[in-house]
């Protein structure tokens, strides 16, 4: 009788054990396709952003005869880092 008892609450037990780890996984899954997603939205941004910055200084090169200081001191300085 009394090992009927045991082993009716360790497999209680054991039920319960494995619905938590099925809800822990499936947290786990939910939490990943998050971040994936977020890294993949964050890439198309920093891509985005790598050609706006492209396209900004292209335009300041055409705009290298100006008289403009600012300009003519962006020049100078990536000048001098290549």
């Given at each position: 009788?009394?090992?009927?008892?045991?082993?009716?609450?360790?497999?209680?037990?054991a039920?319960?054990?494995r619905?938590?780890?099925?809800?822990?996984?499936?947290?786990?899954?939910?939490?990943?396709?998050?971040?994936a997603?977020?890294?993949?939205?964050?890439?198309?941004?920093?891509?985005q952003?790598?050609?706006?910055?492209?396209?900004?200084r292209?335009?300041?090169?055409?705009?290298?005869?100006?008289?403009?200081?600012?300009?003519?001191?962006?020049?100078?300085?990536?000048?001098a880092q290549?």
């Amino acid at each position: 009788e009394q090992r009927k008892k045991f082993l009716e609450r360790n497999r209680v037990a054991a039920y319960k054990c494995r619905q938590k780890k099925k809800k822990w996984m499936k947290n786990l899954e939910t939490h990943a396709e998050y971040t994936a997603n977020q890294n993949k939205e964050l890439q198309m941004m920093v891509a985005q952003l790598r050609e706006e910055s492209m396209f900004l200084r292209n335009q300041l090169l055409t705009h290298g005869h100006c008289d403009c200081y600012s300009v003519q001191a962006y020049l100078r300085q990536s000048s001098a880092q290549l």
